[in-house]
């Protein structure tokens, strides 16, 4: 028999089928109780904690602000300065240098930013001052010796589209800090750079030196790239403006092909009120000179064959120049280096089986004999400030003579053991050319002349104990 029923019918079917399953979903899910709250619901607290803001800085304000206050912690007396990001510094982090910046050829610019640069020259913390050219500057963390502060150079708007430069300034050379020591007060005085003018000319004749060439480098490590120079006319004078160098510890020199390089400094040049102002310095300089000499036993006198004799200077600005020679087989050596300037030239003896030795020179050397001792142990160990062993500390000794960044990897270096010990033999740094640094990812670095905090142990021997602080 034939079904006549059509797609109509069929559709209808469908239709109630779904309305009375729909039906029986809600009548089934009204009578199903509703769940219980989860048991790591966290319920909002009755009276909600209240909020630790740091204190409003009000930008618009123009009242005058009020003295900077040593180790306070009443934020209304010692309002906080802003940092370079436009934000107050962290309040946890001390004080470790404030004062003022001044400027005795009138108002004050606006905003000058002060820069915290840490031994090696690296930018650690800025502050902005405020109306009165007051600052502070804040950081957690112990800072070594030799830290400064300092200004980048600043614009002086005269007019609409005029413009000139004042020159920064830097308080260098600083001694180390510690988290609560008192902050180091100081003053910040910029100005015009001078203009410097002088003459070279050969110390025998008195002749002028034309195409002379008169440099002008920072001696510090966070200016160690800044560097300007000239070349001499016919009659041997030259003029150099002091632009992009910080007036403080300049080194000057001046060469010419044929001749020794001359030095002056460091020495401060005073910034000037009025642009164009003149500092003058004269070059005398010698012809280029051979420096020669022996190397020997210093307990037998025999001559020592195949030492390693090297000759640099302390300024960065010198790295490049430095040179080495090979003892002869009765321990004589040459040396011509009329690049490097005699002031700040240093000597450096190492061979095998003796102690490095060095020497500094403070005047024109004449020939030089070097004695060599026997070598040097250094051994020691390193523990945090509860006395427990620091494991896998860097222990490395410096020479003295070579660039903060060990530009001429003038070092010798190991590592602390699991109980913190180490030992090291000194093959390329003398005791008394040594700077000794003690890192660890953990702690605050250590660094201390090697000379001053090892003690002789035994004939050749040496040790030294370390205690790192937490960073």
Same mark, same amino acid.
């Given at each position: 028999?034939?079904?006549?029923?059509?797609?109509?019918?069929?559709?209808?079917?469908?239709?109630?089928?779904?309305?009375?399953?729909?039906?029986?979903?809600?009548?089934? $899910?009204?009578?199903?109780?509703?769940?219980?709250?989860?048991?790591?619901?966290?319920?909002?607290?009755?009276?909600?904690?209240?909020?630790?803001?740091?204190?409003?800085?009000?930008?618009?304000?123009?009242?005058?602000?009020?003295?900077?206050?040593?180790?306070?912690?009443?934020?209304?007396?010692?309002?906080?300065?802003?940092?370079?990001?436009?934000?107050?510094?962290?309040?946890?982090?001390?004080?470790?240098?404030?004062?003022?910046?001044?400027?005795?050829?009138?108002?004050?610019?606006?905003?000058?930013?002060?820069?915290?640069?840490?031994?090696?020259?690296?930018?650690?913390?800025?502050?902005?001052?405020?109306?009165?050219?007051?600052?502070?500057?804040?950081?957690?963390?112990?800072?070594?010796?030799?830290?400064?502060?300092?200004?980048?150079?600043?614009?002086?708007?005269?007019?609409?589209?005029?413009?000139?430069?004042?020159?920064?300034?830097?308080?260098?050379?600083?001694?180390?800090?510690?988290?609560?020591?008192?902050?180091?007060?100081?003053?910040?005085?910029?100005?015009?750079?001078?203009?410097?003018?002088? $003459?070279?000319?050969?110390?025998?004749?008195?002749?002028?030196?034309?195409?002379?060439?008169?440099?002008?480098?920072?001696?510090? %490590?966070?200016?160690?790239?800044?560097?300007?120079?000239?070349?001499?006319?016919?009659?041997?004078?030259?003029?150099?403006?002091?632009?992009?160098?910080?007036?403080?510890?300049?080194?000057?020199?001046?060469?010419?092909?044929?001749?020794?390089?001359?030095?002056?400094?460091?020495?401060?040049?005073?910034?000037?009120?009025?642009?164009?102002?003149?500092?003058?310095?004269?070059?005398?300089?010698?012809?280029?000179?051979?420096?020669?000499?022996?190397?020997?036993?210093?307990?037998?006198?025999?001559?020592?064959?195949?030492?390693?004799?090297?000759?640099?200077?302390?300024?960065?600005?010198?790295?490049?120049?430095?040179?080495?020679?090979?003892?002869?087989?009765?321990?004589?050596? %040459?040396?011509?280096?009329?690049?490097?300037?005699?002031?700040?030239?240093?000597?450096?003896?190492?061979?095998?089986?003796?102690?490095?030795?060095?020497?500094?020179?403070?005047?024109?050397?004449?020939?030089?004999?070097?004695?060599?001792?026997?070598?040097?142990?250094?051994?020691?160990?390193?523990?945090?400030?509860?006395?427990?062993?620091?494991?896998? %500390?860097?222990?490395?000794?410096?020479?003295?003579?070579?660039?903060?960044?060990?530009?001429?990897?003038?070092?010798?270096?190991?590592?602390?053991?699991?109980?913190?010990?180490?030992?090291?033999?000194?093959?390329?740094?003398?005791?008394?050319?040594?700077?000794?640094?003690?890192?660890?990812?953990?702690?605050?670095?250590?660094?201390? $002349?090697?000379?001053?905090?090892?003690?002789?142990?035994?004939?050749?021997?040496?040790?030294?104990?370390?205690?790192?602080?937490?960073?």
């Amino acid at each position: 028999m034939t079904d006549k029923r059509g797609p109509g019918f069929m559709m209808g079917v469908v239709a109630v089928l779904a309305i009375a399953g729909g039906l029986a979903w809600f009548l089934g $899910r009204a009578e199903k109780p509703a769940a219980a709250p989860q048991a790591n619901v966290i319920e909002p607290a009755a009276t909600p904690p209240e909020a630790k803001l740091p204190p409003p800085v009000d930008l618009q304000s123009e009242a005058q602000p009020k003295p900077l206050v040593v180790n306070t912690p009443d934020t209304a007396a010692h309002p906080p300065i802003l940092n370079g990001s436009g934000r107050p510094p962290p309040p946890e982090d001390p004080v470790v240098a404030k004062g003022t910046v001044v400027w005795p050829g009138g108002a004050l610019p606006e905003d000058v930013d002060v820069t915290l640069y840490d031994v090696d020259g690296t930018d650690l913390e800025y502050a902005t001052t405020d109306a009165k050219g007051a600052f502070e500057l804040r950081h957690k963390d112990p800072l070594l010796a030799g830290w400064s502060v300092g200004t980048d150079e600043l614009m002086l708007m005269e007019g609409k589209d005029q413009h000139r430069t004042l020159a920064p300034a830097l308080v260098a050379d600083l001694p180390a800090h510690q988290p609560g020591d008192p902050p180091v007060v100081m003053e910040l005085t910029i100005g015009f750079a001078p203009v410097l003018t002088g $003459r070279v000319t050969d110390r025998v004749t008195g002749a002028p030196l034309a195409k002379a060439e008169v440099y002008v480098a920072s001696s510090f %490590a966070a200016h160690a790239l800044d560097q300007t120079d000239t070349v001499t006319q016919q009659d041997g004078s030259y003029t150099l403006p002091l632009e992009g160098v910080p007036l403080q510890g300049l080194i000057v020199w001046a060469r010419a092909d044929g001749y020794q390089s001359a030095l002056i400094g460091p020495q401060d040049f005073a910034p000037t009120a009025n642009a164009g102002e003149v500092s003058r310095l004269d070059f005398q300089l010698d012809p280029s000179a051979v420096l020669k000499g022996r190397v020997v036993d210093a307990a037998t006198g025999l001559p020592v064959e195949d030492a390693t004799v090297t000759v640099g200077s302390r300024f960065a600005a010198f790295v490049d120049e430095s040179d080495w020679e090979i003892t002869e087989q009765d321990g004589s050596f %040459a040396i011509e280096l009329p690049e490097i300037p005699v002031d700040g030239a240093w000597l450096l003896v190492n061979a095998e089986g003796y102690a490095p030795a060095a020497m500094y020179a403070n005047g024109p050397w004449p020939f030089v004999e070097i004695k060599l001792q026997q070598s040097i142990t250094l051994g020691g160990s390193v523990a945090d400030a509860a006395g427990k062993p620091v494991v896998g %500390a860097e222990v490395r000794v410096a020479f003295d003579g070579d660039t903060r960044e060990l530009d001429q990897g003038l070092y010798d270096e190991t590592w602390t053991d699991d109980k913190g010990q180490f030992e090291l033999k000194l093959e390329t740094v003398p005791m008394d050319g040594g700077l000794l640094r003690v890192e660890s990812g953990t702690h605050a670095p250590f660094e201390a $002349r090697l000379g001053e905090v090892a003690k002789v142990t035994a004939g050749n021997r040496y040790d030294v104990k370390v205690s790192l602080l937490q960073p």
